[in-house]
C-alpha cells in the first residue's frame, strides 16, 4: 500500500481517490460495556447482573475520528468541504474500511466536525459512531477477496454449498462476537451442536440456542442434501 495514498472507503467513495485526502491519523475508541449493577444495602460491593441475560458482555457504540490532509489548493477548500459535507456529514454508511485494516469493515454514522477541520493548515477531521464490532469483510458463505487478505488476522471458513451425504462435520472457527448463523437447506437435516440435537427445515432458518462463539465450532449435520451456513465474524 503506498502510504500516501492511504484512506478510509466509506461505501463506494474512497477519501484519497475521490477528494485527495491523505489519512494522517486515526483514533479508534475501545467501546465502553454496558454494566447493569446494583448496590445492596448493608452489603460489600455491587450484584453485576451484566451478564445474565445474554451470558455475555455487551457493548455501546464506539468512536473513530480520522484526520486528513488535502491535497488541493487553498482556494478551493471551500468547494472541497461542501463536496465532502454532501457526502458524508450525518450519512449512515453499510460499510466503513480501512486501508489498513481492509479484512474488517465498520458499520455507522459519520459526521465532519467544524472545529477540529482547519482551512490554514488544510486538515479535515471525520468522526464515526459506529457499533462495537468490526465485521469481517466476507462473510463464509462468499468468494474470498485474496487482495486485501491478512494472514495473520484472516480466518476462512467456507460453508457454501456443502453436501450432506449421511453425516458431514464441519469446523468454522469463530471470532470474539458470538453470532446466530443462518442455515440455508435443500433438504430437512439433523443437526449436532454441543451435545445437542436440532432440526433444521429446508430453506433457511436461524436457531436462536446454536450461536458460533470464539475460537472452533464443531457443527455435524445428518441427511442428505446440500447446506449453506452464513456467518459473519465480529472482532473488537
Not at 15 to 27: A, C, Q, V, Y
Not at 36 to 49: H, Q
Not at 126 to 131: A, G, H, K, R
Request: proline share 4%.
Amino acid at each position: 500500500m503506498n502510504v500516501l495514498k492511504r484512506g478510509v472507503l466509506f461505501d463506494n467513495i474512497h477519501t484519497f481517490e475521490k477528494w485527495g485526502l491523505i489519512l494522517s491519523h486515526t483514533d479508534i475508541g475501545s467501546p465502553e460495556p454496558k454494566k447493569n449493577k446494583i448496590d445492596i444495602p448493608g452489603s460489600d460491593g455491587e450484584l453485576d447482573f451484566s451478564k445474565n441475560l445474554t451470558g455475555d458482555v455487551k457493548y455501546k457504540n464506539r468512536n473513530i475520528t480520522f484526520t486528513f490532509v488535502t491535497t488541493k489548493r487553498y482556494d478551493l477548500w471551500k468547494s472541497l468541504m461542501s463536496d465532502i459535507l454532501n457526502y458524508i456529514h450525518g450519512q449512515d454508511f453499510e460499510k466503513i474500511i480501512l486501508d489498513e485494516d481492509q479484512n474488517f469493515y465498520y458499520k455507522g454514522s459519520a459526521e465532519v466536525n467544524p472545529l477540529k477541520s482547519d482551512k490554514s493548515i488544510g486538515t479535515i477531521v471525520i468522526v464515526c459512531d459506529v457499533e462495537p464490532y468490526k465485521y469481517d469483510l466476507t462473510s463464509s458463505d462468499e468468494d474470498w477477496l485474496w487482495d486485501p487478505f491478512d494472514f495473520e488476522t484472516g480466518i476462512i471458513n467456507e460453508t457454501r454449498d456443502l453436501v450432506v451425504d449421511g453425516e458431514l462435520e464441519v469446523s468454522i472457527l469463530g471470532r470474539r462476537q458470538k453470532v446466530v448463523p443462518k442455515f440455508v437447506c435443500e433438504n430437512p437435516l439433523q443437526l449436532i451442536f454441543n451435545e445437542q440435537t436440532y432440526n433444521l427445515p429446508a430453506g433457511g432458518s436461524y436457531s436462536p440456542d446454536i450461536e458460533i462463539c470464539e475460537g472452533e465450532n464443531i457443527l455435524k449435520f445428518i441427511g442428505n442434501g446440500t447446506v449453506t451456513i452464513e456467518y459473519r465474524g465480529g472482532s473488537l
